[in-house]
Every structure is written in C-alpha cells, then in structure tokens.
C-alpha cells in the first residue's frame, strides 16, 4: 500500500495508486527533539503495515538533502515506538510488531 505524506508527498504520489495519506512532521524528529506526537498517531498508517506485511509512504524535501526528515528522523521514532507498545502488548497490533 502506498500512502502520501501531507507535509510534501501528496505533489508525488499519484492520486490512483494511494491507498491514503498521513501525516508525519519533520519538527518532530528536528535537533535531538526525540519526541513522539500524540497529535500525529497515524494509527490508520500502523494498522495497514501490520496487516499487510509493510507500506510505502511518499514525502519529499527541498533541494539538496537526499532524504526527508520525516524519512530518516520522525518515522524510524515513530516505528520504535509503536514496536515498543506492541512488545508490551502484543494483542493490540496484528502480528505483533509493524
């Protein structure tokens, strides 16, 4: 499943091939911020990874950095994070683990 980033990745993700959108926000991994946003659970995003074994989310950035920072900052938090609540309780994710 593909989902658009509403932050920069819904201009990249063609309408067709989206399954849905999200939304991670790169000020939530920015400058050692090694927060999580109980605003932005993207719990939707969470629940179809686990039950379709992954999902690919579009986003994109400004000219001269190779990744986002949602790519390489919020979402790897955000995964720690919902990987250690389905560690704790494993019932509340299918499969266990995104």
Known sequence: ???AN???GAWYAPP???LGTCYFKSTDGHAGTWGFSMTRLNWHA???AAEKGG???VDATRRGKRFPDSLCKTIPIWCAVLNLLAEIE???IPGGHL
């Open 1 to 3: 499943p593909l989902l």
């Open 6 to 8: 509403l932050r920069a």
């Open 16 to 18: 067709a091939l989206r």
């Open 46 to 48: 969470a629940m179809m």
């Open 55 to 57: 999902l690919v989310i």
């Open 90 to 92: 494993p019932g509340g």
